[in-house]
């Protein structure tokens, strides 16, 4: 029902990732059901099939960038939205069993995604042992937790749950890095407008018309509704035929979102909303401002010239 906040949650498993580590920011998510789901594919369906409420999965990382089997699965099947997204930093950690150090570790179990962005402390600290793939970062500490390997490249979340002990922290090579998360939900009325906030587009554009991305981002451009992101995916149809991911600054509910979804209606083959939310803070990075309308392009300015017309079409041109 609308308005009514999640209780069931499902997210990308198993227990002890990043993932988890994200969902367990969200206050609902602390005190409701916690699923973890074998993949991406599988967290949506249980969101469409009604069996969870939301299901929160990694939607782009700023070391290896958009999550492509999310794009994909969020416009494959029934729609949904997004709601909310989550930002934590990427802190890997080096976790082992008590009383194991640094200088008997021979074999390491990491997610290969994990150890590619270790790489370079791997190469340093422990340039002899051996880097074995596992399905996830929690696989990899339960690995190590049962004796299977000496150690494991796993979030700090895993380390208590599997009684291990961090020999190294904060090993990734970018130690910026950070993964953006997003929870979906069946569709329904937006979160209301924050002031700063995202929208959120799948768009296929007509293949047949001579410029059409160009239309695409003027439709936003002659609103002054800022493109922060742009990512294109293949359909699978054929050679050349892409589906763009859009994301930008404003709510649906605000009059230039609102009109350039319009414009993109108009001019696009297809054009999938995925959601309005506010914009989560990134961790540790200065909160930015947000950017205002500009002249003549705030609700207010639509507003006007709404009635100017409408007394127009009346005959009043007083």
Known sequence: MPGVPPTRFVYL??????TEQALLTIPAAVKGIRTPARSVP?????????????????????????????LDEVIDGDSLVITRDVVIPVEFVLAARPHTHLDQVLSIAAHPQASTQCRGWLRTHVPDATIVDVLSNGAAAAAVA????????CAPIAIE??????????IADHPDAVTRFVLLSRPGPPPPPSGDDITSLAIWIAHDRVGALLGVLTELAVRGVNLTRIESRPTGERLGRYVFFLECTGHVAEARVGEA???????????RFLGSYQRAPQPGAVPERPVPPPPGLSDVDYADSAVWL??????DLG
Request: overall charge neutral.
């Open 13 to 18: 498993g198993p227990e002890s990732t990043f």
């Open 42 to 70: 599988e967290a949506l369906e249980a969101v469409r099939s009604g069996e969870a409420d939301a299901a929160l999965v990694p939607w782009e990382n700023s070391v290896g960038g958009a999550v492509g089997v999310t």
């Open 146 to 153: 049962k004796g299977e390997h000496d150690a494991a490249i």
């Open 161 to 170: 749950r599997f009684g291990l002990k961090e020999i190294a922290t904060k």
């Open 261 to 271: 979804l319009q414009g993109l209606r108009r001019v696009c083959a297809e054009v």
């Open 310 to 315: 409408r007394r127009l079409r009346q005959g």
